[in-house]
C-alpha cells in the first residue's frame, strides 16, 4: 500500500513539473535532424509537456544505449521522441493525467470513470495510448520496429526477440524515470 502510494506521489509530481516544461530551439533543431518531416510533425502536435518528456527520454536513451549498434542506437532515439504519439489522439488536460494517475491503481472506479461522457475520451487515450499510437504508426506505414516499442512501451510482460528486447527495457527505464 506505501509503495502504491509513493509511486502515485511521485507520478502527480512528474504531472507538476511537466508545467514548466521547455523546449529549446537547439532541442527542435536536434529532433528535426532525428526525424522524417513525418515524424517531426506528430513530435510537434505533442504537448510541450510531452515533447519535454520524450525529449528526456531519448537523451537517457542515448546515453545508455552507447554499447549498441548504431542502427539500434539510432531506432531507439526515433522511438523515444514518437513513443507517446497516442496521447495526440485528445486534448489532455493536467487533470485528465492527475486523475488518471490516482485510477490507475483502482480498476473499478477507472472503469465507472471512463463511463462518463466527460472522461471516457481522455481516460481512453491516456490507458490506450501505447496501441493507439502504435496503430497509426502502422497506418502510416512505419516499420515493424518502430509499431512494436510503442505497442509494448508499457507492457512489463512484453516478450520480444533481441535486440528488440534491450531497446524495450531500456525505453521503459527511461519513461518511468522521466
Ligand atoms: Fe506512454
Ligand atoms: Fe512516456
Not at 472503469?111 to 490507458?127: D, F, I, R, W, Y
Request: glycine content about 2%.
Amino acid at each position: 500500500m506505501k509503495k502504491i502510494f509513493s509511486k502515485v506521489i511521485y507520478r502527480c509530481r512528474q504531472v507538476l513539473w511537466a508545467l514548466n516544461s521547455k523546449v529549446t530551439p537547439e532541442e527542435e533543431t536536434w529532433t528535426a535532424s532525428l526525424l522524417t518531416k513525418e515524424e517531426y510533425t506528430i513530435f510537434s502536435q505533442l504537448n510541450l509537456s510531452d515533447q519535454r518528456h520524450c525529449l528526456d527520454v531519448a537523451y537517457y536513451c542515448k546515453e545508455k544505449a552507447k554499447h549498441l549498434e548504431e542502427k539500434q542506437q539510432k531506432l531507439l532515439v526515433k522511438v523515444s521522441l514518437l513513443h507517446d504519439m497516442g496521447k495526440r489522439h485528445h486534448r489532455l488536460q493536467l487533470w485528465h493525467r492527475i486523475l488518471y494517475v490516482l485510477l490507475q491503481n483502482h480498476p473499478n472506479w477507472l472503469n465507472k470513470a471512463k463511463k462518463t461522457s466527460l472522461l471516457q475520451k481522455p481516460l481512453e487515450v491516456l490507458a490506450c495510448h501505447s496501441s493507439i499510437g502504435a496503430e497509426e504508426a502502422k497506418k502510416r506505414g512505419w516499420s515493424n520496429d518502430v509499431i512494436t516499442l510503442i505497442h509494448h512501451h508499457h507492457n512489463p510482460h512484453a516478450t520480444l526477440e533481441q535486440p528488440l528486447a534491450e531497446l524495450l527495457t531500456l525505453l521503459q527505464e527511461a519513461d518511468e524515470k522521466y
